[in-house]
């Protein structure tokens, strides 16, 4: 166990839906990651926050969207959803306190999310 | 924009037949490289940080080597519970020296493990 916990585990929605995906950090750890894995992509780095702050955005759709709260928790916002976004989506979290600064980064059990 | 690629995509072994798996990168600088594993359905696992040419690092059956252009995992005597995906990643500086942390990753190998 990571350490990081993901809710929900699955999620089954329709195109054009709108979901929320939730991610709540280790403890003590600052800095949260989304990425996303499909079969022919692999993993996918998609936007990191710390403390709050959007940090670093890498391929993320115009129509995804995330935040990270003052509990540090932070959700994923997906929205007019296409069968392509079909994935496991995991967060995860670093113990290095500053972007910038070497560290591994830990990662959820993931949400699975189908778009039917 | 940095690159990692793993090989061979897929690997079999019987128990206790030891090998190799490389992970070879394209990175402007190199802040860290990361080895996870994957069990299906699962969030990847992390199992070693390398960060320089030269470094090594041992864990059970596990032991990962880092050059300027490559890093290999070696399993030694591998299990039947060794059977897993093997991500390779990479961490690097951005322009103008900074780095946010963010992880690009290979596409991993498939590791089965038979007894």
């Known amino acids: 166990d990571s350490g990081v916990t993901q809710t929900p585990k699955h999620l089954i929605t329709a195109t054009g839906q709108r979901v929320t995906l939730r991610c709540s950090p280790r403890?003590?750890?600052?800095?949260v990651y989304w990425y996303q894995q499909s079969l022919d992509q692999g993993l996918q780095f998609l936007i990191q926050?710390?403390?709050?702050?959007?940090?670093a955005k890498g391929n993320i759709l115009e129509r995804f969207s995330a935040q990270q709260f003052p509990d540090l928790h932070s959700e994923l916002n997906l929205s007019s959803l296409e069968l392509g976004d079909s994935a496991l989506y995991f967060c995860?979290?670093?113990?290095?306190?500053?972007?910038?600064?070497?560290?591994?980064?830990?990662f959820g059990p993931g949400t699975r999310l189908t778009v039917l | 924009e940095d690159q990692v690629t793993q090989s061979p995509e897929a690997l079999r072994l019987q128990e206790g037949e030891s090998s190799s798996l490389n992970c070879s990168y394209t990175?402007?600088?190199?802040?860290?490289l990361f080895w996870y594993r994957q069990d299906p359905g699962k969030g990847p696992e992390f199992l070693f940080t390398?960060?320089?040419a030269g470094e090594e690092k041992e864990k059970e059956r596990l032991k990962a080597t880092l050059t300027k252009k490559e890093s290999f995992l070696h399993i030694t005597a591998p299990k039947p519970e060794d059977s897993a995906t093997y991500l390779c990643?990479?961490?690097?500086?951005?322009?103008?020296?900074?780095?946010?942390?963010?992880?690009?990753f290979g596409q991993g190998t498939i590791l089965t493990v038979h007894p």
């Open positions: 995860a979290s670093s113990p290095r306190s500053l972007a910038g600064m070497k560290g591994e980064q830990f």
């Open positions: 403890s003590g750890d600052l800095s």
């Open positions: 926050y710390y403390n709050g702050e959007e940090r």
């Open positions: 990175v402007s600088g190199l802040r860290g």
């Open positions: 390398l960060y320089s």
């Open positions: 990643a990479v961490q690097s500086y951005q322009a103008g020296g900074t780095s946010y942390g963010k992880l690009t």
